[in-house]
């Protein structure tokens, strides 16, 4: 495929970009969407040992993860008073607790002989904090209650053992922590984020599903496979009639955010057959079945994206009381990404709203976690449901098995396909000769982004 090249950034040949996609939609379009920034990159190879060194990992953990703000859980998770959650990020441990006067997070290490205070991967309910071991105890807001034979700890000085503490912040819903006391505030950090979410809250959905699985790869690596969508074609064949994956949009916006659009409900480019938009919309709907199980019959001259977002907007009204009013076609069908550094995506679109994130396992520049957490809104007039606990699955085990996804089988599929991918290319690098990968200038934008942030806080 040629490619033409303008403004110094190539342009997908004989496919419409997704400003054009989204226009023809008709009616209005929020500004937000209408906005592209793309700046300048480099264009060096980037060494693989930035995914295989133990040394390069090291360096990681101690001068970029204790420095940038992370997303931990969503505020309803440590809602009342005594609610815990436990985070972990590499040798790290932090535990997030709400008090009467607020959230507080402290780093999760008995200050008696080191003891984890709280499980990993933990959450429930405590009244306060105490150690498994000895039985030290620390009140909800940090401070030392009780050491059992405090006659033996004469020298003891209970105001200066005030449990450490870890910064931490809500925006929209979402509970970030930052481990360094001098950190810029997270509303600082989110960039663009607050401006471009005024039309999104979260705080009006909830977590109805969230899965956790082990990869054998790098955390950059498996995040990356996310960030881009050259692959889709090869990978993810089943797709190349319902998304627009060479023609999406990458923007970067500053060192912290950027994000893609991708229009769904269109074929890619790569797309070797046409096919009529009713058997676009038979796709899309798996099986062409509307919110109340009838088939879906498209108008005279309707397209599928316009089918699409007439069942996602009956949907959230007759489910979930939703006013739809004011989104347009492409909030309610797209895929809106967003990344925030160092490893989450933010989907903000109406049909697919959840969160992606992935997280190195222990000290291990070979191992990490994917997470995805997905949300529905809550319910007008009712309460809201619980949170819904992690389910947990090994590396081995396909997505297909796991009955959670049942309801979603082509995503199922799709998780699965990356899953070896990641696999492969992770032990692919170690056995690369040249040592290095060379990303295309447009679509691995937002890879090349993530390294040259990342190596601003290597370089501090």
């Not at 989450?344 to 190195?360: A, E």
């Not at 081995?396 to 799709?414: G, H, N, Q, R």
């Given at each position: 495929?040629?490619?033409?090249?303008?403004?110094?950034?190539?342009?997908?040949?004989?496919?419409?970009?997704?400003?054009?996609?989204?226009?023809s939609d008709g009616g209005p379009v929020n500004e937000v969407l209408t906005r592209k920034s793309n700046p300048p990159q480099s264009r060096e190879?980037?060494?693989?040992?930035?995914?295989?060194?133990?040394?390069?990992?090291?360096?990681?953990?101690?001068?970029?993860?204790?420095?940038?703000?992370?997303?931990?859980?969503?505020?309803?998770?440590?809602?009342?008073?005594?609610?815990?959650?436990?985070?972990?990020?590499?040798?790290?441990?932090?535990?997030?607790?709400?008090?009467?006067?607020?959230?507080?997070?402290?780093?999760?290490?008995?200050?008696?002989?080191?003891?984890?205070?709280?499980?990993?991967?933990?959450?429930?309910?405590?009244?306060?904090?105490?150690?498994?071991?000895?039985?030290?105890?620390?009140?909800?807001?940090?401070?030392?209650?009780?050491?059992?034979?405090?006659?033996?700890?004469?020298?003891?000085?209970?105001?200066?053992?005030?449990?450490?503490?870890?910064?931490?912040?809500?925006?929209?819903?979402?509970?970030?922590?930052?481990?360094?006391?001098?950190?810029?505030?997270?509303?600082?950090?989110?960039?663009?984020?607050?401006?471009?979410?005024?039309?999104?809250?979260?705080?009006?959905?909830?977590?109805?599903?969230?899965?956790?699985?082990?990869?054998?790869?790098?955390?950059?690596?498996?995040?990356?496979?996310?960030?881009?969508?050259?692959?889709?074609?090869?990978?993810?064949?089943?797709?190349?009639?319902?998304?627009?994956?060479?023609?999406?949009?990458?923007?970067?916006?500053?060192?912290?955010?950027?994000?893609?659009?991708?229009?769904?409900?269109?074929?890619?480019?790569?797309?070797?057959?046409?096919?009529?938009?009713?058997?676009?919309?038979?796709?899309?709907?798996?099986?062409?079945?509307?919110?109340?199980?009838?088939?879906?019959?498209?108008?005279?001259?309707?397209?599928?994206?316009?089918?699409?977002?007439?069942?996602?907007?009956?949907?959230?009204?007759?489910?979930?009381?939703?006013?739809?009013?004011?989104?347009?076609?492409?909030?309610?069908?797209?895929?809106?990404?967003?990344?925030?550094?160092?490893?989450?995506?933010?989907?903000?679109?109406?049909?697919?709203?959840?969160?992606?994130?992935?997280?190195?396992?222990?000290?291990?520049?070979?191992?990490?976690?994917?997470?995805?957490?997905?949300?529905?809104?809550?319910?007008?007039?009712?309460?809201?449901?619980?949170?819904?606990?992690?389910?947990?699955?090994?590396?081995?085990?396909?997505?297909?098995?796991?009955?959670?996804?049942?309801?979603?089988?082509?995503?199922?599929?799709?998780?699965?396909?990356?899953?070896?991918?990641?696999?492969?290319?992770?032990?692919?690098?170690?056995?690369?000769?040249?040592?290095?990968?060379?990303?295309?200038?447009?679509?691995?934008?937002?890879?090349?982004?993530?390294?040259?942030?990342?190596?601003?806080?290597?370089?501090?």
């Amino acid at each position: 495929m040629n490619i033409q090249v303008k403004n110094q950034l190539p342009v997908c040949p004989d496919a419409p970009s997704f400003q054009e996609i989204m226009r023809s939609d008709g009616g209005p379009v929020n500004e937000v969407l209408t906005r592209k920034s793309n700046p300048p990159q480099s264009r060096e190879d980037i060494p693989f040992h930035q995914y295989t060194s133990q040394e390069f990992f090291n360096l990681e953990m101690e001068k970029m993860w204790r420095k940038v703000w992370q997303y931990v859980c969503r505020a309803d998770q440590v809602e009342e008073s005594g609610d815990y959650l436990v985070y972990d990020i590499g040798r790290h441990s932090i535990v997030v607790v709400r008090t009467d006067e607020g959230l507080k997070a402290y780093h999760n290490s008995c200050l008696h002989r080191g003891t984890k205070l709280k499980p990993s991967g933990s959450t429930g309910w405590s009244a306060q904090l105490q150690c498994p071991y000895h039985g030290w105890t620390w009140n909800l807001d940090g401070t030392l209650n009780e050491v059992p034979c405090s006659w033996d700890f004469p020298h003891l000085d209970y105001e200066a053992n005030r449990l450490p503490e870890v910064r931490v912040d809500v925006w929209n819903g979402l509970v970030f922590i930052n481990m360094d006391r001098d950190a810029q505030p997270l509303e600082a950090y989110l960039g663009v984020l607050p401006e471009h979410f005024s039309n999104w809250p979260w705080t009006d959905w909830y977590l109805y599903m969230h899965l956790e699985k082990e990869l054998a790869c790098n955390w950059k690596t498996a995040q990356e496979a996310f960030m881009e969508a050259y692959h889709t074609p090869l990978v993810h064949p089943e797709l190349t009639q319902v998304v627009g994956d060479w023609n999406m949009q990458h923007d970067v916006f500053d060192d912290h955010v950027s994000r893609d659009l991708c229009a769904l409900a269109v074929p890619s480019p790569a797309a070797k057959q046409k096919i009529s938009e009713q058997a676009r919309i038979d796709r899309v709907l798996l099986g062409g079945r509307s919110t109340d199980g009838k088939t879906v019959q498209l108008a005279e001259g309707q397209s599928a994206r316009n089918a699409m977002a007439v069942q996602v907007r009956k949907g959230l009204e007759t489910q979930y009381g939703m006013e739809t009013s004011t989104f347009t076609d492409a909030e309610l069908v797209d895929s809106i990404k967003y990344n925030l550094f160092p490893n989450i995506f933010l989907y903000t679109g109406l049909s697919m709203r959840s969160i992606h994130r992935v997280k190195p396992i222990g000290n291990d520049p070979n191992r990490c976690t994917f997470e995805v957490l997905m949300m529905r809104p809550v319910p007008k007039g009712q309460p809201r449901p619980d949170p819904a606990q992690v389910v947990r699955i090994p590396e081995e085990m396909s997505y297909t098995d796991v009955p959670e996804l049942a309801a979603f089988p082509l995503s199922a599929i799709t998780f699965d396909q990356d899953t070896g991918n990641l696999r492969a290319q992770h032990e692919g690098m170690l056995a690369s000769e040249k040592g290095a990968e060379t990303l295309s200038v447009y679509q691995e934008s937002r890879i090349r982004w993530l390294h040259e942030t990342l190596d601003k806080y290597l370089s501090k």
